[in-house]
């Protein structure tokens, strides 16, 4: 079976311009994490969705938006692109939508970098 | 705020031996799970271990496992027999919350 897949690997953004990143969970996986992981850090938490719903969202400016889609796929977008968005953004997704009783599976990443 | 701790920004050991990861976490909650992830070079993230909480029994797998101190609050991945493709960053996680990592290098 094919794990959490993240489209684009890299990108290569300007201050100021809007940047779309894409996750297609698990099969079967109702539940897509969004984080933000800045170079030597742990990963920071942006936003959760189950079922299409936003059920937690991180400490992030309105900046950062995301939706799920129906067949569970997600988007994450950021506006406004500030130099301190460069970082690595991971998805994961879960069988359940709380992280308090389920482990996440990660995809590969997509490397953002804002010049 | 829950937070996640983990007091050792860089570990070494010696390729066979053994070596203890720390973590401490805060929860308001009574029921819950805490995980170990490594992500290597690669920077894929994988799971390497999970304990339930109201489990008093460690986990353990294979190589891995923990000592789970709920009063404490305390969360330690011990991994034995150690190999150099353990080396890698590991992340302790409770919730949507991950620590600041522990750099694990292994000599040879």
């Known amino acids: 079976d094919a794990g959490v897949t993240q489209s684009p690997t890299h990108l290569i953004k300007t201050r100021g311009q809007q940047v779309t990143l894409r996750c297609s969970p698990i099969?079967?996986?109702?539940?897509v994490s969004w984080y933000q992981q800045v170079l030597g850090q742990g990963p920071q938490f942006i936003f959760q969705?189950?079922?299409?719903?936003?059920?937690g969202r991180g400490n992030f400016p309105d900046r950062f938006s995301a939706r799920q889609f129906p067949n569970y796929s997600s988007e994450l977008n950021v506006n406004a692109l500030l130099l301190g968005d460069s970082a690595l953004y991971l998805c994961?997704?879960?069988?359940?939508?709380?992280?308090?009783?389920?482990?996440?599976?990660f995809g590969p990443g997509t490397r953002l970098t804002v010049t | 705020a829950q937070t996640v701790t983990q007091s050792q920004p860089e570990m070494s050991v010696q390729e066979a031996e053994t070596v203890t990861l720390s973590c401490t976490y805060d929860t308001s909650e009574s029921d819950y799970y805490l995980f170990w992830y490594k992500q290597p070079p690669s920077r894929q993230m994988i799971l390497v271990i999970r304990?339930?909480?109201?489990?008093?029994q460690n986990a353990t797998e294979n190589r891995f496992s923990v000592n789970f101190q709920k009063a404490a609050k305390s969360f330690s991945l011990k991994i034995s027999d150690s190999q150099l493709g353990d080396a890698a960053m590991y992340f302790c996680?409770?919730?949507?919350?991950f620590g600041a990592g522990t750099r694990l290098t292994v000599k040879p």
């Open positions: 099969s079967g996986h109702k539940s």
């Open positions: 304990q339930e909480a109201y489990k008093q």
């Open positions: 994961a997704s879960s069988l359940g939508w709380t992280g308090l009783h389920y482990e996440q599976y």
């Open positions: 969705y189950y079922e299409k719903e936003e059920r």
């Open positions: 996680a409770h919730d949507m919350r």
